[in-house]
């Protein structure tokens, strides 16, 4: 394990990736504080990082952690093809309410009145 800081971090991307291909990972600091790990996924013998990223996306938008549009640059996937994955998953894309439904019918009752 080795641990950079934030400015070893921004001056040598790159010495932070090797040093994760040969150690276990690499602990970002911040303030003397743990911040994040980066980890190389080939070296933890994942067969496919492109699943991973898909897994990953898919994982941070059910928790409403990122957006829709943030989880298909992450899956490196189009808008559409994240939604029709979502949607086969059985995750909701769009989040409504009720409330938000009985609402919009109402006033599309009184506008089409």
């Known amino acids: 394990m080795q641990a950079i800081n934030i400015r070893q971090l921004k001056h040598n ?3 932070a990736l090797r040093s ?3 150690d276990d990972f690499v602990v970002i600091m911040n303030r003397d504080e743990p911040q ?3 980890i190389d996924l080939k070296r933890l013998g994942v067969p496919d ?11 941070l938008f059910k928790q409403n952690t990122i957006s ?3 989880a ?3 899956a490196d996937k189009t808008l559409p093809d994240m939604m029709t994955m979502l949607v086969k998953l059985g995750i909701p894309v769009v989040a409504v309410s009720q ?3 009985e609402h919009d ?3 599309a009752d009184e506008v089409w009145a």
């Open 13 to 15: 991307p790159s010495a």
């Open 20 to 22: 994760a291909k040969e």
């Open 36 to 38: 994040a790990l980066l």
């Open 49 to 59: 990082v492109n699943r991973v990223r898909v897994a990953l996306a898919v994982a």
């Open 68 to 70: 829709l549009g943030y």
């Open 72 to 74: 298909a640059r992450i």
């Open 99 to 101: 409330e938000d439904i």
């Open 105 to 107: 019918l109402q006033v």
